[in-house]
């Protein structure tokens, strides 16, 4: 098993920046792949960007491409999410997720293990 906190979520205006963090606990960190995702209002949960459990393979949706930035430190068992120039359009419910293998994958449904999500809300 393997449970996962968001943190740093919250509100912030047009063009600013938030970092959002996922720490993980249980088994080891290191052997899962890691994303994050989103959740407006009405709208189905999409793929923000993902990141291979090394490292070293990562990418992101077109729409955050060159704003967001993943992240990943095995030793702290931590993933994060730096967001800047926020949109209002940014605004969601943040999920991270891991997968018990090397890489990551853009369907949620390729995933085991869940957070309990963390709000970012950007005014416009």
């Known amino acids: 098993q393997v449970q996962l906190v968001e943190s740093g979520g919250g509100l912030v205006q047009a063009g600013g920046s938030l970092r959002v963090s996922c720490a993980a606990s249980g088994r080891t960190f290191s052997s899962y792949a890691m994303a994050w995702f989103r959740q407006a209002p009405g709208k189905e949960r999409e793929f923000v960007a993902g990141?291979?459990?090394?490292?070293?393979?990562?990418a992101y949706a077109d729409s955050v491409k060159g704003r967001f930035t993943i992240s990943r430190d095995n030793a702290k068992s931590t993933v994060y999410l730096q967001m800047n120039s926020l949109k209002p359009e940014d605004t969601a419910v943040y999920y991270c997720?891991?997968?018990?293998?090397?890489?990551?994958?853009?369907?949620?449904?390729?995933?085991?293990?869940w957070g309990q999500g963390t709000q970012v809300t950007v005014s416009s």
């Open positions: 997720a891991a997968r018990n293998s090397g890489t990551y994958y853009q369907q949620p449904i390729s995933y085991d293990y």
């Open positions: 990141i291979s459990r090394s490292g070293g393979s990562i």
